[in-house]
């Protein structure tokens, strides 16, 4: 795959810039395009996400201290010709104790707000949607097997859009997916909207689980560097739900391999305006949480201990692997980067970088 640097990039916005995704995002594009502007934007809602400001001016990239909610903090970078939408409350849990006045004002409200902005500038957007659209109940009946480490999808599924590579766009969007999930999925019909109403070159991209270094990740969210970090620091970790045996599957994405296929979109979003892209690690880049366990404890020199605690929360489900037939027929872009590849660089991230260890342990 070759990115093409075609001279529309002059000034990009990217909000929630301070984030996991949008630092590295804003960082790649300052890198691809160095005469372009590029800001980001961000309420620093998440612990951790100042860390990332002193990468960020390093880089040359501007930091705004801002809110999507707010179509005037939006508006106080001028003129973009693109925006990068990574700000998000992104938690799966997030709302689910009844208050859910920031999710849905963050991510629905923010959204839009960021598609007004873009309408009213013609600037193009990549949206940064997630694999938590697709609702729980058909991921719960996929036909499964148990193996010694992990759960497999079987070859033969009766859900359309399923097979033992994944989950593709085909699958069934019918039924509760999370409130998280919902405000994402709501966000994509409203910008699906106005791609057909106005024109706009807007892209949405469901991504499946992102990992790397720089991701201040918790229980509920990040869980590659919460596991990674839990045993460099000797933190004692649960398996969480269906049945507490750690057998269920998440694949992972390396942030890299995400940059360098929003490169390629950015440099012509038209191009990819076509309804989402299920963007994720795929099947070679998986792990079950049992498989996570001993790849950190070899990566990290250091086993802790796991407490099963066999009830499965809210809105969990017992695997998700991306089908990136789409996105790869579309430009070639695939994964390059595994498992192993994204614990051994948080884990260097984790012991080269000042805050993570007042953040992690
Ligand atoms: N990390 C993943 O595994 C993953 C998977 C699928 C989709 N996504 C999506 O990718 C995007 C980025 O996620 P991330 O992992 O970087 O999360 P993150 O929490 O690291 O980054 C989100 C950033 O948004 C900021 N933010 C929150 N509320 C805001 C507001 N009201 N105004 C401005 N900024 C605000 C936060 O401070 C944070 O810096 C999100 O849209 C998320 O839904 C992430």
Not at 57 to 76: C, M, S, T
Not at 120 to 143: H, Q
Not at 146 to 151: I, K, M, Q, V
Not at 281 to 287: D, I, K, R, T
Request: aromatic letters at 8%; proline letters at 6%; charged letters at 20%.
């Amino acid at each position: 795959m070759k990115t093409k640097h075609l001279p529309i990039i002059q000034r990009a916005l990217v909000t929630g810039g301070a984030g996991f995704v949008g630092s590295h995002l804003a960082l790649a594009l300052k890198t691809a395009y160095p005469d372009a502007e590029v800001a980001a934007l961000d309420n620093l809602h998440r612990n951790g996400s100042e860390l990332n400001l002193p990468r960020l001016e390093k880089g040359g990239v501007k930091f705004i201290k801002g809110d999507v909610r707010n179509p005037d903090d939006l508006a106080a970078f001028a003129d973009a010709d693109l925006l990068l939408e990574c700000s998000a409350d992104p938690s799966v849990l997030s709302g689910s104790d009844g208050d859910t006045s920031y999710l849905i004002q963050t991510n629905l409200q923010g959204a839009l707000n960021c598609a007004e902005y873009c309408r009213e500038r013609s600037a193009a957007m990549i949206f940064l949607s997630t694999s938590r659209v697709y609702p729980i109940k058909p991921l719960l009946e996929c036909s499964m097997t148990e193996t010694e480490t992990r759960l497999v999808l079987d070859d033969a599924q009766a859900i359309p859009g399923l097979s033992k590579r994944g989950v593709s766009e085909a699958f069934p969007l019918d039924g509760p997916r999370s409130l998280y999930g919902g405000t994402k999925l709501a966000a994509e019909i409203m910008l699906e909207e106005y791609r057909n109403a106005f024109g706009l070159p807007f892209v949405i991209n469901r991504c499946g689980v992102l990992a790397g270094p720089w991701q201040f990740g918790k229980a509920d969210q990040g869980i590659a560097a919460f596991w990674t970090a839990a045993h460099h620091f000797g933190k004692p970790l649960k398996y969480i739900g269906f049945g507490g045996k750690g057998k269920q599957v998440r694949d992972m994405l390396h942030i890299d391999d995400l940059a360098r296929l929003v490169l390629e979109q950015a440099a012509n979003p038209a191009d990819f305006a076509e309804g989402a892209f299920n963007v994720g690690g795929g099947l070679q880049s998986s792990a079950s949480l049992l498989e996570l366990t001993r790849i950190c404890a070899k990566t990290t020199g250091r086993e802790v201990p796991i407490t099963p605690e066999p009830t499965t929360r809210y809105a969990d489900i017992p695997i998700y692997i991306t089908d990136n037939s789409k996105i790869t027929a579309k430009c070639g872009w695939e994964p390059a980067k595994t498992v192993e590849d994204i614990i051994r660089d948080i884990h260097q991230w984790i012991i080269n970088t000042p805050g993570t260890t007042e953040l992690f342990s």
